[in-house]
């Protein structure tokens, strides 16, 4: 993998703490439904108090929230926290999609977009999404086709399909990645959640466990 990426932030003490130990992309997730939701207003003071600058990475993660909310935030970023064009085109700022296949939709927004794949869903659509820049893969659908013996094909399909998109692999603190899997797929980037794993309980991380559990991965970065 080329960088670590931690998703479900909800503080600036844990981003600063990981700033410190190397790691450089973050996620904040704005689905409701999700035990790591933040608030848009929240997430801005936090981007204000770590600031943007071209040495890290910043992905919203959204659902299906309405189209202008999410045109809200955009905005917000630009004209609050001083987010650039060129922000955007240089992937240090993207947003980040799940649940949902509706590119269109998520196409008019005009930024660039990770897009969390799923069973059932029709990827020569998802191909020709103008905006999508980076397919995040989940270990579980990973895991269950290699156990089926179909990884390689699965790969293969992926890479034909998906020409010139960064794939990202979406994973938990205990997963038992396999070597195969990293032979396969040259990951832009690893993500791990913040969730009871480096918690001392809801939604208050341990400093202590979170180093800990990460320092394993710092050392396999490329």
């Known amino acids: 993998m080329k960088s670590l990426k931690i998703d479900g932030l909800y503080d600036a003490k844990t981003i600063t703490q990981l700033l410190k130990l190397g790691v450089r992309s973050f996620s904040f997730d704005f689905r409701p439904q999700s035990l790591n939701f933040v608030q848009h207003y929240r997430v801005i003071e936090i981007l204000k108090e770590i600031g943007v600058t071209s040495d890290k990475k910043y992905c919203f993660h959204f659902g299906n929230e309405f189209a202008p909310l999410i045109e809200k935030f955009i905005q917000d970023l630009s004209t609050e926290v001083g987010v650039t064009a060129n922000d955007w085109s240089n992937g240090n700022i993207s947003l980040e999609f799940s649940g949902r296949t509706d590119f269109d939709q998520m196409d008019q927004f005009d930024v660039p977009y990770r897009w969390h794949l799923f069973t059932g869903t029709n990827w020569a659509v998802a191909s020709k999404a103008k905006n999508l820049r980076g397919i995040v893969l989940p ?17 293969m399909n992926l890479h034909t399909t998906f020409r010139n998109i960064d794939f990202h692999l ?36 341990d400093p202590k466990k979170l180093e800990s559990g990460i320092k394993p991965f710092l050392s396999s970065i490329k």
């Open 139 to 155: 270990f579980e659908m990973l895991e269950d086709s290699f156990e089926a013996g179909s990884l390689s094909s699965l790969c």
């Open 170 to 205: 979406e994973r938990e603190w205990n997963s038992n990645v396999f070597s195969t899997l990293l032979d396969l797929f040259d990951f832009e980037d690893i993500s791990l959640p913040i969730n009871q794993d480096v918690e001392i309980c809801f939604r208050n991380v």
